[in-house]
Nanobody
Framework: QEKLVEFGGGSVQAGGSLELSCADVQHRFNYCAMGWYRQAPGKERELVAF???????EYREPAKGRFTISRDKSRYTVTLQMDRLRLEDTANYYC????????????WGQGTQVNVSS
């Protein structure tokens, strides 16, 4: 049974915006860090942003200044607002929970594709 379900991927032109959402469908992860990774073809998976169990947000370099991560514990969701998208943001984006930003996350969503075109 899926524990993390992503929504919101799609295609957008460079400079546009997309919002990704991740649902903690079993309501298990409010006490875990949750966040987003991405993997582009031919590249390693990388951490984009995450929110700690104490609701502190951290961003990695590709996301700084352009992406905003937020968490709604009452709805068991984590959202990644992506603005000023670039061609290099094209990737499969994965929601993850527990140990995010520390070691290998324990739980993963199926991924949602984001395509940025010129």
């Amino acid at each position: 049974q899926e524990k993390l379900v992503e929504f919101g991927g799609g295609s957008v032109q460079a400079g546009g915006s997309l919002e990704l959402s991740c649902a903690d469908v079993q309501h298990r992860f409010n006490y875990c860090a949750m966040g987003w990774y991405r993997q582009a073809p031919g590249k390693e998976r990388e951490l984009v942003a995450f929110v700690s169990a104490y609701d502190v947000a951290e961003y990695r370099e590709p996301a700084k200044g352009r992406f905003t991560i937020s968490r709604d514990k009452s709805r068991y969701t984590v959202t990644l607002q992506m603005d000023r998208l670039r061609l290099e943001d094209t990737a499969n984006y994965y929601c993850a929970a527990c140990h995010v930003g520390q070691t290998e996350p324990l739980y993963w969503g199926q991924g949602t594709q984001v395509n940025v075109s010129s």
